[in-house]
């Protein structure tokens, strides 16, 4: 009798996990630490670890290797031209509102335009950045912000569009102001042994929140299961007394105050 319960129970989860539709979507991100990065070739952050768990939540497991880590640039092109894809994490703008479906968020956060100290750039309002050349990653929210302000496509360096490269060419006087996210510019500059004392946030647009973005084409109640799997995992009281957010943000260095309102 035990046997026969065991194996209905066993059948009956793998039902559940078969036909859960968030199984068959593509899942893309970048590599931007702490949100998504590879470390000794594991895939971990504060997005991916949160994803994972909210997945696992609502009966919906993934495995961390299948989780593709590829260019910005490129997942975000996948995502508008495929049926199936989530990219994360992706900032909820208003121009990118129709363009996909949403779940989230998992963290509101500052996109800043950052100088070295030395460069004495003192920002006083927005007409001011286009005094300056900036460098950002191609289609990303660093990207978006500074052309909604006005500032010419000649003043925009690219680099490769990868973020570390990015962090080379700011400390190498290459532009003057990098723009993008503060925690993975902070996080990128540390890790690649520079001082960090010896740069500056010199502007700061509004918070945006950052999402897991789903292709147009994807059901809403797909999307509406990972939100569900992503409410549990933000309000569910851990016996710590924290939630499971908040102690993925702890792992990984963030404040409290990021925490998505």
Known sequence: MIYRLLTISLLLNALSAHSCPLQKLTYITEDYPPHNFRENGILKGVSVDLLLEALKAINCPIERTSIQVLPWTRGYTMIQSQSDVVLFGTSRLEEREKLFKWAGPYITTSI????????QIKIRNPTDIKNYTIGVVKDDVGEK?????????????????????????????RFDLWSAEING???????????????????TFNSVPAFYAFSKNVPDTTVALLQKGIDIATNTELPSGHTLLDEIYTKYGLKKLNHPK
């Open 145 to 173: 912000l500074i052309k909604s302000i006005g500032v010419s496509q000649t003043q925009i360096k690219y680099g490769n569009n990868e973020p570390e490269t990015l962090a080379r060419m700011l400390a190498a006087d």
């Open 185 to 203: 510019t902070k996080w990128l500059l540390t890790k690649l042994g520079y001082d960090i004392q010896q740069f500056e946030v010199v502007y």
């Open 112 to 119: 800043t335009l950052i100088a070295k100290k030395d460069s």
